[in-house]
């Protein structure tokens, strides 16, 4: 486990054992993604508001380790153990885990940003975020690491939801807006600004590889097209 090879010889590996730890530790000590106003949560998860205020600047980066259940964790971290070791590989682990990081903090700046700004009205809300709501997970970072292959390798063929298949650039479409739609029709508290933050970073990235390695990055999109 500890080897060269080993899981833990990889940021991912790294990345998603921290998440695991820090998902049991919070649990035990009363961690409530849907009371975190009365429960720890409201000392690691991210809200606009608090931001704003000038408190708990730090949940930027904590809230990125926090889950909101089982099957929040479980969902992200199987999607990170997938395109993280891949894009490792692909560009690097320190290139990776600068977008990784940049990707999600990036991710709270905008959500932070425009859900002061137009979420204080029940449309603003619906489509932004409230400033009063709080966020947790790691799926802006992962937004910033599925954009970038969305540009490096656009035609590699990817399962949507575990389940459908469709090319990498079509996925982080679906994805993005998929998730958008249904979260408004619904009423579902998803972080859709965030998603798009770290979308934006990863995408942004991508252009800014291909431009500094146009050989490189081209053999890689034509590989991964096959």
Not at 85 to 102: D, P, S
Not at 114 to 135: D, I, K, Q, R, V
Not at 187 to 215: D, E, M, Q, S, T
Request: aromatic share 18%; with cysteine; charged share 10%.
């Amino acid at each position: 486990m500890m080897g060269r090879d080993g899981f833990l010889s990889t940021y991912t590996g790294w990345i998603i054992a921290v998440n695991v730890v820090f998902f049991i530790v919070l649990t035990f000590m009363g961690f409530d993604p849907f009371d975190c106003a009365g429960s720890v949560c409201k000392y690691v998860a991210f809200q606009p508001a608090a931001i704003l205020a000038g408190s708990s600047v730090w949940t930027f980066l904590t809230s990125m380790f926090m889950h909101a259940g089982l099957f929040h964790l479980f969902a992200n971290m199987v999607s990170l153990m997938f395109i993280g070791n891949f894009i490792e590989k692909l560009i690097g682990k320190k290139r990776f885990i600068w977008l990784y990081f940049v990707g999600g903090l990036f991710a709270g700046v905008l959500f932070f940003a425009l859900a002061n700004l137009f979420g204080n009205s029940a449309t603003g809300a619906m489509f932004f975020g409230n400033p009063m709501m709080y966020a947790v997970g790691a799926s802006g970072a992962i937004m910033a690491l599925g954009g970038l292959l969305a540009v490096l390798t656009p035609r590699l063929p990817v399962l949507v939801f575990f389940v459908l298949p469709m090319p990498m650039w079509a996925a982080m479409g679906v994805l993005m807006f998929g998730l958008w739609g249904l979260s408004v029709a619904a009423g579902l508290p998803i972080g859709n600004v965030a998603h798009l933050g770290g979308l934006i970073v990863g995408v942004g990235y991508g252009f800014y590889l291909k431009k500094k390695f146009p050989r490189k990055t081209k053999m890689i999109s034509t590989y991964f097209a096959r």
